[in-house]
Protein backbone atom coordinates (compact mmCIF):
# COMPACT_ATOMS: atom_id res chain seq x y z
CA UNK A 1 0.00 0.00 0.00
CA UNK A 2 1.50 3.62 -0.93
CA UNK A 3 1.95 5.60 1.52
CA UNK A 4 -0.38 8.80 1.46
CA UNK A 5 -0.20 11.92 3.01
CA UNK A 6 -3.33 12.64 5.94
CA UNK A 7 -3.40 16.30 5.11
CA UNK A 8 -7.03 16.52 6.97
CA UNK A 9 -4.49 15.31 10.33
CA UNK A 10 -2.14 18.38 8.77
CA UNK A 11 -4.62 20.87 8.81
CA UNK A 12 -6.30 19.71 12.35
CA UNK A 13 -2.40 20.20 13.92
CA UNK A 14 -2.00 23.76 12.06
CA UNK A 15 -5.66 24.38 13.09
CA UNK A 16 -5.00 23.04 16.73
CA UNK A 17 -1.63 24.92 17.36
CA UNK A 18 -3.00 28.43 15.75
CA UNK A 19 -5.75 28.05 18.36
CA UNK A 20 -3.49 27.31 21.09
CA UNK A 21 -0.92 29.65 20.28
CA UNK A 22 -3.87 32.24 20.38
CA UNK A 23 -4.62 30.94 23.70
CA UNK A 24 -0.90 31.11 25.45
CA UNK A 25 -0.95 34.97 23.99
CA UNK A 26 -4.15 35.53 25.78
CA UNK A 27 -2.82 33.77 29.18
CA UNK A 28 0.51 35.50 29.37
CA UNK A 29 -1.20 39.41 28.67
CA UNK A 30 -3.36 37.82 31.90
CA UNK A 31 -0.62 36.73 33.53
CA UNK A 32 1.34 39.79 32.75
CA UNK A 33 -1.29 42.15 33.85
CA UNK A 34 -1.96 40.30 37.03
CA UNK A 35 2.04 41.05 37.98
CA UNK A 36 2.69 37.56 38.24
CA UNK A 37 5.83 37.78 36.55
CA UNK A 38 7.96 35.26 38.51
CA UNK A 39 5.75 33.06 36.72
CA UNK A 40 6.91 33.98 33.19
CA UNK A 41 10.83 32.58 33.87
CA UNK A 42 9.36 29.08 34.57
CA UNK A 43 6.86 29.41 31.62
CA UNK A 44 9.92 29.83 29.84
CA UNK A 45 12.25 27.17 31.51
CA UNK A 46 9.45 24.67 30.91
CA UNK A 47 8.79 25.29 27.58
CA UNK A 48 12.04 24.71 26.49
CA UNK A 49 12.63 21.51 29.03
CA UNK A 50 9.10 20.12 27.22
CA UNK A 51 10.51 20.48 24.07
CA UNK A 52 14.04 19.05 24.31
CA UNK A 53 13.64 16.83 26.97
CA UNK A 54 9.99 15.10 26.74
CA UNK A 55 11.08 12.02 25.23
CA UNK A 56 13.70 11.40 28.09
CA UNK A 57 11.15 12.02 30.72
CA UNK A 58 8.66 9.91 29.12
CA UNK A 59 10.78 6.79 28.95
CA UNK A 60 11.74 7.77 32.42
CA UNK A 61 8.20 7.58 33.83
CA UNK A 62 7.59 4.49 31.84
CA UNK A 63 10.91 3.33 33.68
CA UNK A 64 12.09 2.28 30.02
CA UNK A 65 15.20 1.25 29.21
CA UNK A 66 17.38 1.73 25.39
CA UNK A 67 18.15 -1.60 24.36
CA UNK A 68 20.93 -2.97 21.74
CA UNK A 69 20.38 -5.35 19.17
CA UNK A 70 21.72 -8.28 21.06
CA UNK A 71 19.28 -8.01 23.67
CA UNK A 72 16.28 -7.89 20.91
CA UNK A 73 17.83 -9.08 17.78
CA UNK A 74 13.70 -9.47 16.35
CA UNK A 75 12.50 -6.79 17.70
CA UNK A 76 15.29 -4.48 16.18
CA UNK A 77 15.15 -6.30 12.51
CA UNK A 78 11.04 -5.23 12.83
CA UNK A 79 11.83 -1.93 13.25
CA UNK A 80 14.58 -1.32 11.06
CA UNK A 81 12.36 -2.89 8.30
CA UNK A 82 9.06 -0.75 8.70
CA UNK A 83 11.90 1.79 9.39
CA UNK A 84 12.92 1.54 5.74
CA UNK A 85 9.51 1.01 4.33
CA UNK A 86 7.88 4.13 5.79
CA UNK A 87 10.95 5.85 4.86
CA UNK A 88 12.03 7.03 8.31
CA UNK A 89 15.46 6.64 10.05
CA UNK A 90 15.58 4.23 12.42
CA UNK A 91 14.28 5.25 15.85
CA UNK A 92 16.02 4.61 19.28
CA UNK A 93 14.23 1.05 20.24
CA UNK A 94 13.17 0.68 23.98
CA UNK A 95 11.52 -1.54 26.43
CA UNK A 96 10.05 -1.13 29.74
CA UNK A 97 9.29 -4.25 31.97
CA UNK A 98 5.49 -3.84 32.40
CA UNK A 99 2.92 -6.44 32.46
CA UNK A 100 0.47 -3.96 30.64
CA UNK A 101 0.57 -4.67 27.03
CA UNK A 102 0.93 -1.86 25.35
CA UNK A 103 3.61 0.92 22.97
CA UNK A 104 4.10 4.50 22.23
CA UNK A 105 6.58 6.81 19.86
CA UNK A 106 8.35 9.62 21.48
CA UNK A 107 10.88 12.49 20.45
CA UNK A 108 10.71 16.03 19.18
CA UNK A 109 11.42 14.95 15.43
CA UNK A 110 11.81 11.79 13.03
CA UNK A 111 15.70 12.06 13.59
CA UNK A 112 14.93 12.28 17.25
CA UNK A 113 12.68 9.51 17.37
CA UNK A 114 12.05 6.57 20.00
CA UNK A 115 9.78 3.57 19.92
CA UNK A 116 9.02 2.20 23.22
CA UNK A 117 7.15 -1.29 23.93
CA UNK A 118 6.29 -3.36 26.86
CA UNK A 119 7.47 -6.86 27.68
CA UNK A 120 3.73 -7.21 28.36
CA UNK A 121 2.66 -6.55 24.22
CA UNK A 122 5.78 -8.66 23.37
CA UNK A 123 4.27 -11.41 25.38
CA UNK A 124 0.91 -11.21 23.75
CA UNK A 125 1.17 -10.64 20.56
CA UNK A 126 2.67 -12.64 17.54
CA UNK A 127 4.97 -11.44 14.77
CA UNK A 128 3.07 -9.83 12.28
CA UNK A 129 0.10 -8.59 15.42
CA UNK A 130 3.52 -6.98 16.82
CA UNK A 131 4.86 -5.29 13.36
CA UNK A 132 1.47 -3.50 12.96
CA UNK A 133 1.84 -1.97 16.61
CA UNK A 134 5.03 -0.91 15.50
CA UNK A 135 4.10 0.76 11.67
CA UNK A 136 1.29 2.41 13.75
CA UNK A 137 4.06 4.10 15.72
CA UNK A 138 6.26 5.03 13.36
CA UNK A 139 3.24 6.94 11.44
CA UNK A 140 3.15 8.61 14.36
CA UNK A 141 6.85 9.67 13.52
CA UNK A 142 6.35 9.92 10.37
CA UNK A 143 2.49 12.12 10.68
CA UNK A 144 5.25 14.33 13.46
CA UNK A 145 2.25 14.62 15.35
CA UNK A 146 4.08 13.63 18.72
CA UNK A 147 6.11 16.78 18.94
CA UNK A 148 2.64 18.97 18.43
CA UNK A 149 1.17 16.58 21.42
CA UNK A 150 4.10 17.52 23.14
CA UNK A 151 3.74 21.37 22.43
CA UNK A 152 0.11 21.27 22.96
CA UNK A 153 0.22 19.58 26.47
CA UNK A 154 2.51 22.11 27.38
CA UNK A 155 0.24 24.90 27.47
CA UNK A 156 -2.19 22.63 29.72
CA UNK A 157 0.28 21.62 32.34
CA UNK A 158 0.99 25.13 32.49
CA UNK A 159 -2.57 26.64 33.12
CA UNK A 160 -3.16 24.11 35.65
CA UNK A 161 -0.29 24.97 37.68
CA UNK A 162 -1.44 28.51 37.96
CA UNK A 163 -5.09 27.07 38.64
CA UNK A 164 -3.26 24.98 40.84
CA UNK A 165 -0.75 27.17 42.67
CA UNK A 166 -2.09 30.94 41.83
CA UNK A 167 -3.81 31.50 45.54
CA UNK A 168 0.16 32.22 46.77
CA UNK A 169 -0.29 35.63 45.01
CA UNK A 170 -3.33 36.51 45.93
CA UNK A 171 -1.80 37.95 49.48
CA UNK A 172 -3.77 34.90 51.39
CA UNK A 173 -7.27 34.67 50.31
CA UNK A 174 -7.73 38.78 50.91
CA UNK A 175 -8.83 41.35 48.07
CA UNK A 176 -4.60 42.33 48.59
CA UNK A 177 -4.26 41.09 44.46
CA UNK A 178 -7.52 40.45 42.53
CA UNK A 179 -5.34 40.81 39.35
CA UNK A 180 -4.34 36.77 40.46
CA UNK A 181 -7.79 35.89 41.26
CA UNK A 182 -8.49 37.06 37.58
CA UNK A 183 -5.82 35.06 36.16
CA UNK A 184 -6.53 31.98 38.22
CA UNK A 185 -10.02 32.13 36.20
CA UNK A 186 -8.45 32.86 33.04
CA UNK A 187 -6.27 29.88 33.45
CA UNK A 188 -9.16 27.59 34.46
CA UNK A 189 -11.40 28.80 31.23
CA UNK A 190 -7.40 28.16 29.17
CA UNK A 191 -7.07 24.72 30.94
CA UNK A 192 -10.40 23.24 30.06
CA UNK A 193 -10.29 25.08 26.49
CA UNK A 194 -7.22 23.47 25.90
CA UNK A 195 -7.99 20.01 27.67
CA UNK A 196 -10.81 19.46 24.82
CA UNK A 197 -8.76 20.70 22.13
CA UNK A 198 -5.93 18.82 22.56
CA UNK A 199 -8.52 15.37 23.32
CA UNK A 200 -9.92 16.22 19.29
CA UNK A 201 -6.58 16.42 17.72
CA UNK A 202 -5.49 13.09 19.78
CA UNK A 203 -8.21 10.99 18.83
CA UNK A 204 -8.18 11.49 14.90
CA UNK A 205 -4.21 11.08 15.08
CA UNK A 206 -4.64 7.48 16.57
CA UNK A 207 -7.10 7.00 13.75
CA UNK A 208 -4.66 8.61 11.03
CA UNK A 209 -1.85 6.14 12.65
CA UNK A 210 -3.65 3.14 12.71
CA UNK A 211 -4.15 3.79 8.68
CA UNK A 212 -0.81 4.69 8.22
CA UNK A 213 0.43 1.80 10.00
CA UNK A 214 -1.90 -0.28 7.39
CA UNK A 215 0.01 1.53 4.73
CA UNK A 216 3.49 0.68 5.98
CA UNK A 217 2.96 -3.21 6.18
CA UNK A 218 0.15 -3.49 3.69
CA UNK A 219 -2.15 -5.80 6.44
CA UNK A 220 -4.38 -3.90 7.97
CA UNK A 221 -6.01 -7.26 9.74
CA UNK A 222 -2.73 -7.59 11.56
CA UNK A 223 -3.10 -4.35 13.67
CA UNK A 224 -6.84 -4.91 14.08
CA UNK A 225 -6.07 -8.17 15.69
CA UNK A 226 -3.45 -6.42 17.94
CA UNK A 227 -5.74 -4.40 18.82
CA UNK A 228 -8.37 -6.71 19.91
CA UNK A 229 -5.62 -9.11 21.56
CA UNK A 230 -4.20 -5.77 23.99
CA UNK A 231 -7.90 -4.56 24.75
CA UNK A 232 -8.98 -7.76 25.87
CA UNK A 233 -5.46 -8.11 27.71
CA UNK A 234 -5.97 -5.22 29.43
CA UNK A 235 -8.89 -6.64 31.70
CA UNK A 236 -6.29 -8.72 33.12
CA UNK A 237 -3.95 -6.77 33.98
CA UNK A 238 -3.92 -6.01 37.82
CA UNK A 239 -5.37 -2.19 38.88
CA UNK A 240 -1.76 -0.94 40.57
CA UNK A 241 -0.04 -1.26 37.20
CA UNK A 242 -2.78 0.48 35.15
CA UNK A 243 -2.55 3.10 37.85
CA UNK A 244 1.06 3.63 37.52
CA UNK A 245 0.72 4.13 33.30
CA UNK A 246 -2.24 6.07 33.51
CA UNK A 247 -0.36 9.27 32.80
CA UNK A 248 0.99 8.12 30.01
CA UNK A 249 -2.41 7.42 28.07
CA UNK A 250 -2.63 10.01 25.06
CA UNK A 251 0.79 8.36 23.60
CA UNK A 252 -0.17 4.61 24.04
CA UNK A 253 -1.44 3.05 21.18
CA UNK A 254 -4.79 2.02 23.81
CA UNK A 255 -5.46 3.66 26.68
CA UNK A 256 -5.29 2.22 30.01
CA UNK A 257 -8.99 2.01 31.20
CA UNK A 258 -9.96 4.23 33.42
CA UNK A 259 -13.76 4.61 34.95
CA UNK A 260 -16.90 5.12 32.44
CA UNK A 261 -16.64 9.02 32.84
CA UNK A 262 -13.00 9.59 32.12
CA UNK A 263 -13.78 7.02 29.39
CA UNK A 264 -15.81 10.22 28.00
CA UNK A 265 -12.72 12.14 27.48
CA UNK A 266 -10.68 9.48 26.39
CA UNK A 267 -7.67 10.55 24.35
CA UNK A 268 -8.38 7.59 21.68
CA UNK A 269 -11.78 6.98 19.75
CA UNK A 270 -13.10 3.83 21.01
CA UNK A 271 -11.36 0.21 19.74
CA UNK A 272 -14.52 -1.11 18.07
CA UNK A 273 -14.33 1.87 15.81
CA UNK A 274 -10.57 1.80 14.89
CA UNK A 275 -11.09 -2.06 14.12
CA UNK A 276 -14.29 -1.48 11.65
CA UNK A 277 -12.11 1.37 10.07
CA UNK A 278 -8.96 -1.21 9.55
CA UNK A 279 -11.62 -3.78 8.27
CA UNK A 280 -12.81 -2.14 5.63
CA UNK A 281 -9.72 -0.89 4.19
CA UNK A 282 -8.41 -4.59 4.66
CA UNK A 283 -11.62 -5.25 2.20
CA UNK A 284 -10.09 -2.40 0.23
CA UNK A 285 -7.07 -3.98 -0.08
CA UNK A 286 -8.73 -7.47 -1.07
CA UNK A 287 -10.94 -6.10 -3.31
CA UNK A 288 -8.14 -3.91 -5.20
Not at 116 to 129: A, K, P, R, S, W
Not at 138 to 147: I, S, T, Y
Not at 214 to 223: D, F, V, Y
Request: aromatic share 10%.
Amino acid sequence: MEWKSDWNLRGRMAFTMFLLFALYIVFVAVLARAGMWVIMPVVGVFLLGQLFFSDKLALYTMGAREVSEEEYPELHASISRLSQQADLPKPTVAVTDSRVPNAFATGRSQDSATVCVTTGILNTLNQEELEGVLAHELAHVKNRDVMVMTIASFLSTIAFMVVRWGWLFTGGGDDDNPGALVAILASLVVWIVSFFLIRALSRYREFAADRGGAMITGNPSALASALMKISGRMDKVPDRDMREQSEMNAFFIIPVKGSSIMRLFSTHPSTERRIERLQDMEREVQFA
